[in-house]
């Protein structure tokens, strides 16, 4: 997964950041080199099993770009079939571009670098993401039911194909860019319960909206983020539980799209900022119509019941918490609301 706030230019300089240039310039190349890490290693592992999976095996490879198999042909263009299922792989990919939007603060010129941002990590994921998709779906011939089987169908995979010594080379780089991403998420979710508890609008927001003065770092929101993250990674161990991960923030992706197709007309477009410009209309719809593919594809299927309640639940506390405010508190929602003490 690409994410956008990582291909953001992040300003060292911002009047928000607490760090010297010096740092802030550190960290930047730190968070490029994981980027470019990423890019290169899935674009090379995907280069890599094509060319591999073409010289041994012949025309299979390219076959099994377009067969069914192992997967039964009848019913594989339905509605909740197998294709619509792989839907869910796009769904994966593309979570996570909003980080940069989280992140807009810290951006160097958001108006523009925020939406730029978005659209070649988008493009990049897509891109990237196919590629590899490609390239394990050439090099995959053999027994499928062992690489069904395996702890990790593309470490089985790369491992078949390349070697113990080149496979484990790029599983080693794939696990670089997934400790990145993670990372990156942690410094996403931690960012946004600093601002939500900062604005008053986050539970314990007095707790969580401080600031260490050693180290200029919100420590409380990052512990509380982390803490979560290892709920999840503990909690959620099968695919059907990860599907969650999926549809809590398409789902937020849907609540956005809505609420801006109905309110766009208050949103002018600030001289110098990005702009689709008559597109607007057709995109937000756009983003509507797939949020909506998504949960029915999502959702529709019997296995993924228990995921959609367990999101739904996480929708439900979001939706409490809000009326709780609304009739407690409603100073607390209104635009700039009352900053947490």
């Not at 300003?11 to 990423?38: F, K, Y």
């Amino acid at each position: 997964m690409i994410e956008a706030d990582s291909i953001c230019r992040i300003d060292p300089t911002s009047r928000r950041s607490r760090d010297g240039p010096a740092t802030a310039a550190g960290r930047q190349r730190a968070n490029n080199l994981a980027v470019w890490t990423e890019l290169v290693s899935v674009a090379a592992f995907g280069i890599v099993l094509v060319a591999v999976g073409l010289a041994s095996g012949g025309g299979e490879g390219v076959h099994n770009l377009t067969s069914t198999s192992p997967v039964d042909a009848s019913g594989y263009w339905a509605l909740f079939g197998p294709f619509a299922g792989t839907v869910v792989l796009g769904a994966f990919t593309f979570t996570g571009f909003d980080s940069a939007a989280a992140l807009a603060d810290e951006t160097q010129n958001p108006q523009r670098a925020v939406p730029l941002g978005i659209i070649r990590a988008s493009v990049a994921a897509a891109l990237m993401g196919l590629l590899f998709l490609i390239g394990v779906t050439v090099a995959g011939q053999g027994d499928w039911a062992a690489i069904g089987a395996a702890a990790s169908p593309v470490g089985h995979i790369a491992q078949d194909r390349l070697g113990s010594v080149l496979g484990n080379t790029f599983i080693v780089f794939v696990a670089i860019a997934i400790f990145a991403n993670s990372m990156l998420q942690t410094m996403v979710a931690s960012r946004l319960i600093w601002a939500i508890s900062r604005d008053n609008r986050f539970p314990g927001s007095s707790i969580f909206h401080r600031v260490q003065k050693a180290s200029g770092t919100p420590a409380n929101a990052i512990m509380l983020a982390t803490l979560i993250e290892i709920v999840v990674i503990v909690g959620f161990t099968t695919f059907s539980d990860l599907i969650a991960s999926v549809l809590i923030p398409v789902g937020v992706y849907g609540v956005i799209s809505v609420a801006y197709l109905f309110r766009r007309s208050r949103f002018p477009v600030m001289p110098g900022a990005f702009s689709l410009g008559r597109f607007d209309l057709a995109a937000a719809l756009g983003a509507c119509a797939w949020t909506v593919l998504i949960l029915v594809l999502v959702i529709g299927r019997e296995e993924n019941h228990k995921p959609a309640l367990v999101a739904a639940g996480v929708f439900a506390s979001g939706l409490i918490w809000w009326a709780v405010l609304r009739f407690t508190a409603p100073r607390r929602l209104l635009h700039e609301g009352e900053r947490a003490k």
